[in-house]
């Protein structure tokens, strides 16, 4: 079955790069995503990476995906108090519906 | 088109009573899913649809919950007899089909809170 698994908290200084952890146990996953979620809102997908790729980047947003170890990252480069939010990791399964980790809280500190 | 939309906001209601949540999709998506996030979690798939045509429903969605999607357009999800746990946000997503791998476009929510 799918369990996405991610750590709780993350704090780190305005201006420094964030990583964001995210594990998964569904070999078949084809797609994997990040999501952001601001208080009280939504979500808002952020990336998404294919698996047979190794890496995506997109402007300040870097996916790293280890498909033999199920790794999955995100690296948030020159991170701004905006970013402040929880961040959830999701893995499509093979009936193309979205499993979801319990998401990282991310500070950004001033 | 504005997006998901989701109603109500928020709703508050007594134990045994029966809640209503409604969602309408972006247009053109004819693929919509039923979440449920409580504190502290992700969201937990419940169910989701394809055009009129409910294909998979989550151990999660106990007898007391149905959800419906009658012209393939908007849907509603309706819990009968409230428990408190079932307090949580409930969420709305709609996808393309073939386009599903861009991910769900999510809704803002309806938070439960069973008093």
């Known amino acids: 079955g799918e369990d996405v698994e991610q750590s709780l908290f993350l704090s780190v200084r305005e201006g420094d790069s964030s990583v964001i952890n995210c594990t998964y146990t569904?070999?078949?996953?084809?797609?994997l995503y990040w999501y952001k979620q601001e208080p009280g809102a939504g979500l808002q997908l952020l990336t998404y990476?294919?698996?047979?790729?190794d890496m995506k980047q997109d402007q300040r947003l870097t996916v790293l995906l280890n498909k033999k170890d199920k790794h999955l990252s995100l690296r948030i480069a020159d991170t701004q108090t905006g970013d402040s939010a929880i961040y959830f990791c999701?893995?499509?399964?093979?009936?193309?519906?979205?499993?979801f980790g319990t998401g990282t809280r991310l500070t950004v500190i001033p | 088109d504005t997006g998901v939309s989701q109603d109500p906001r928020h709703k508050i209601t007594k134990r045994g009573q029966n809640v209503t949540f409604r969602c309408d999709p972006i247009?053109?998506?004819?693929?919509l899913y039923w979440y449920r996030q409580t504190l502290g979690q992700g969201p937990e798939f419940l169910t989701y649809?394809?055009?009129?045509?409910?294909?998979?429903k989550s151990r999660l969605l106990s007898d007391r919950f149905s959800a419906e999607r009658p012209k393939g357009s908007f849907s509603t999800l309706e819990i009968q007899r409230t428990e408190q746990g079932d307090s949580a946000m409930y969420l709305c997503?709609?996808?393309?089909?073939?386009?599903?791998?861009?991910?769900?476009?999510f809704g803002s929510g309806t938070r439960l809170t069973v008093v």
């Open positions: 997503a709609s996808s393309l089909e073939g386009t599903v791998n861009y991910g769900y476009t």
């Open positions: 569904d070999s078949s996953s084809t797609y």
């Open positions: 990476i294919f698996s047979n790729m």
């Open positions: 999701a893995e499509r399964n093979g009936a193309n519906n979205l499993f």
């Open positions: 247009s053109e998506h004819n693929r």
């Open positions: 649809f394809q055009n009129e045509a409910q294909l998979e």
